[in-house]
């Protein structure tokens, strides 16, 4: 059964590819320039979109924990303070911020879950970190082409479609594994 969280970024995820939409649509020959910026706001909004469904998750699981009649009231509510304090700095999911917040919480490696069709754990961990960047260098340093000066976009139509492709990838295979992780702790260790 699919997290609120996954259902919550497949709602999400869906501004980033309507503004690839709006861009193909605008998209002539010679592109406008202007329309560049449609691009880059696709990723930085499927870049959300994925920082969100973490955090989403991570919370959905520190709950499921934390409602468990063996866990004490006030352990609980610390957890979940613990886990609202760390949220609050968390905003750019690279793996090194991904892969110790979930180990915290969770107590695993969600990274090693990281696998589906060609893409195993460390190709994704590299690509993750790789689009994160580009994200921050858009979001930070515009990257909006200079006028008269002929330079590459830093985000081709192609490449966007294949970074989306790839988050949605990433987010199915990160609720597969911490599903199934779920059945497995949430049994055995105690709150």
């Known amino acids: ?9 497949d709602h999400a995820i869906q501004d980033a590819v309507d503004l690839l939409k709006h861009f193909d649509a605008l998209n002539t020959a010679p592109p ?9 706001a696709s990723l930085v ?5 994925l920082e969100t ?7 959905e699981s520190v709950n499921a924990i934390c409602k468990r009649k063996e866990a004490k009231d006030t352990l609980s509510e610390f957890f979940r ?5 760390e949220l609050k700095t968390f905003h750019t999911p690279s793996t090194d911020r991904v892969k110790p917040i979930f180990k915290k919480f969770l107590g695993y490696d969600v990274t ?4 589906w069709n060609h893409y195993d754990s ?10 994160a960047k580009k994200r921050g260098d858009i979001a930070h340093r515009s990257q909006r082409p200079l006028p008269g000066q002929p330079t590459q976009h830093a985000v081709t139509r192609d490449d966007l479609r294949k970074h989306i492709h790839f988050i949605k990838e990433l987010v199915k295979a990160t609720d597969i594994f911490i599903e199934s992780k779920s059945n497995v702790h949430f049994e055995t260790e105690p709150c």
């Open 53 to 59: 469904y973490f955090e989403e998750r991570l919370t």
């Open 81 to 85: 303070a613990s886990l609202e304090t």
């Open 1 to 9: 059964m699919p997290s609120q969280a996954l259902l919550t970024f």
């Open 112 to 115: 090693e879950g990281w696998v």
């Open 32 to 40: 406008p320039p202007e329309i560049e910026v449609l691009k880059r």
């Open 122 to 131: 460390k190709k994704a961990k590299t690509e993750l970190n790789r689009l």
């Open 45 to 49: 909004m499927a870049l959300t979109a």
